[in-house]
């Protein structure tokens, strides 16, 4: 009887071992290293007049965009992606289609951490925009003022990241090298976008640049997004700084359905020597795309998607 009695108990043991064994890996599972959060959208917007006596055209818009961020978090290695893509027009009767919304915004910033919160990084970024943009809209007839890779923004920096959770992200590399590229020959004249001869494509700087992610749950489905740039270039105008904000202010409506403004501020010496402003409204169907798992003791901290 004893006998028995210590082999049932061995079996129990082991089984309850088993169990607890197949537990933890369980939890271990659950955290996963890369998460995968992105939204994305189609806005419209549309105005008729008919014998009204205030005024007014008839005119149709649209705007489309996707803006992903992905993260791989493993032990003190931190690697975040972005992706911003965006294109919208407005049709107006008697102006014609012009461009409303025109954005590439490419990122990617690897960091090891050297203290808590604290990170040695390394990235990359590149901003652009898809078609040409004239000064009467998008009238192929009017002065051009830019298109794709005209101007081209690449950064190449090393620094240090500080995030303490994941709704602030900051970078500050002191060494940073910026090149402007300008590949349309229309646009390739002494002084466009701070070329030094006709016919230069490219500028090089070589500088300081802070960029800085902030997000912000203001209530129940009305969430912000801040961001903000600075760049100084040692080797000319070190003052002449080139200063940069935006902000996406996502209004919820139900799970498809949302509202966006967006503003943009940007001040570039190179481009133009006034402050440059940009500003959205839209409503239409938003879905937002989240794989549901990142570091479990930070997941509270992702309210800007929820």
């Known amino acids: 009887m004893k006998k028995k009695l210590l082999l049932i108990s061995i079996s129990l043991g082991i089984t309850t071992a088993a169990q607890e064994t197949k537990t933890d890996a369980a939890a271990v599972d659950t955290i996963k290293a890369w998460s995968i959060q992105g939204q994305n959208t189609l806005m419209l917007n549309q105005a008729a007049f008919s014998n009204w006596v205030g005024g007014g055209a008839n005119n149709v818009g649209w705007l489309a965009g996707i803006n992903y961020n992905m993260t791989y ?10 992706v911003i893509l965006g294109y919208g027009q407005n049709n107006t009767k008697g102006t014609g289609t012009r461009k409303t919304q025109d954005v590439i915004n490419l990122s990617t910033n690897y960091g090891r951490e050297i203290a808590k919160n604290w990170y040695v990084s390394a990235g990359a970024s590149l901003q652009t925009q898809f078609a040409a943009g004239y000064e009467d809209g998008n009238n192929p007839d009017a002065l051009k003022l830019s298109n794709f890779m005209a101007p081209g923004y690449l950064n190449i920096g090393a620094g240090f990241t500080y995030r303490p959770n994941d709704n602030f992200t900051m970078t500050l590399r002191p060494a940073n090298a910026r090149w402007t590229f300008v590949l349309d020959k229309d646009l390739q004249y002494a002084g466009s976008y701070g070329l030094k001869n006709d016919g230069d494509s490219s500028l090089f700087q070589f500088g300081f640049l802070g960029t800085a992610v902030y997000k912000v749950k203001i209530m129940d489905n009305i969430n912000l997004t801040n961001t903000a740039s600075v760049f100084s270039n040692y080797l000319d105008h070190p003052e002449r700084l080139v200063l940069a904000y935006g902000a996406i202010l996502n209004m919820k409506i139900n799970k498809y359905i949302s509202s966006n403004i967006t503003l943009d501020l940007l001040y570039d010496h ?3 020597k006034r402050t440059q402003l ?12 989240d794989n549901g798992v990142k570091r479990s003791e930070k997941k509270d901290n992702q309210t800007w998607m929820k």
């Open 270 to 272: 190179n481009q133009i």
């Open 278 to 289: 940009k500003q959205t409204l839209g409503v239409g169907v938003a879905y937002n795309f």
């Open 73 to 82: 978090e493993k032990g003190k290695d931190l690697w975040e992606n972005i």
